[in-house]
Nanobody, 122 residues
């Protein structure tokens, strides 16, 4: 069993930065691929970024490449998402997920956090 708690969301202006954190409990964190997804009102949950268990392989959605950095600290059981140059279209609830089943870009993970709201105003 893994429990995930996101933090770091907030209301910012376009061009600002945020660092989202996801603290995990459970023994499987260091062996889990971790992902970040987001869901805007009225839209489906979409992939943002993912990182392999050792951090050597990273995936990003095209619209955040160059603006987002995913990282993990297995000693702290925490995964991070640094988002720079935020845009209004980044506004969404951001979810952390653990243990991908298949394609890491699909929302088919075993465990999910409750989400943290990111609101970007122009």
């Amino acid at each position: 069993q893994v429990q995930l708690v996101e933090s770091g969301g907030g209301s910012v202006q376009a061009g600002d930065s945020l660092r989202l954190s996801c603290a995990a409990s459970g023994r499987t964190f260091s062996t889990s691929t971790m992902g970040w997804f987001r869901q805007a009102p009225g839209k489906e949950r979409e992939f943002v970024a993912a990182i392999s268990r050792n951090g050597f392989i990273i995936w990003y959605r095209d619209s955040v490449k160059g603006r987002a950095t995913i990282s993990r600290d297995n000693a702290k059981n925490t995964v991070y998402l640094q988002m720079n140059d935020l845009k209004p279209e980044d506004t969404a609830v951001y979810y952390c997920a653990a243990e991908a089943h298949g394609d890491v870009r699909e929302p088919e993970y075993a465990y999910w956090g409750q989400g943290t709201q990111v609101t970007v105003s122009s």
